[in-house]
């Protein structure tokens, strides 16, 4: 009987947990909106053409970007892509910050993407660190949407 009880609760217990994980959303790392947006155009044209030789185009890399993952793209993707770092620099009389993005490619190279977002357009977090610090640049690591599930 015990055996039957204990069987039971673990298969509510399995479809609760199912349920919770279907309900997730796919979120790009700590960054903002309005960094994501841009993350997700600048690397589908860096990508395209890194990647053209392996068959993947612009619309695929864009498609997988956008929370849409196919597996040979991510895959191309992860081998090509070692680290992405974005850097946040703050001038104290400007209302925007400068955006820069360090791709660093497995083949040792690297492409630097820039950009300009409103203040606000910052993370929560990198605003606290230049209120809080009082410093002038604030780093964070991106992650691609198939990486982190809320």
Do not use: C
């Amino acid at each position: 009987m015990r055996l039957l009880l204990l069987a039971a609760v673990a298969v509510v217990v399995f479809f609760i947990l199912r349920k919770r994980s279907n309900k997730s959303t796919v979120t790009l790392s700590s960054s903002s909106a309005a960094v994501d947006r841009w993350m997700k155009d600048s690397l589908a044209s860096v990508l395209a053409e890194r990647l053209a030789k392996k068959g993947i185009d612009r619309g695929h890399l864009e498609s997988t970007l956008a929370g849409d993952p196919d597996a040979s793209v991510v895959s191309a993707i992860e081998q090509a892509v070692r680290t992405i770092e974005i850097e946040y620099m703050r001038d104290p009389h400007a209302s925007d910050l400068e955006v820069r993005a360090r791709v660093r490619f497995d083949d040792g190279t690297e492409e630097d993407l820039r950009t300009r977002i409103a203040y606000t357009e910052a993370p929560s977090s990198v605003r606290d660190d230049f209120e809080r610090k009082a410093t002038t640049r604030a780093f964070r690591k991106w992650d691609f949407p198939w990486m982190s599930t809320r």
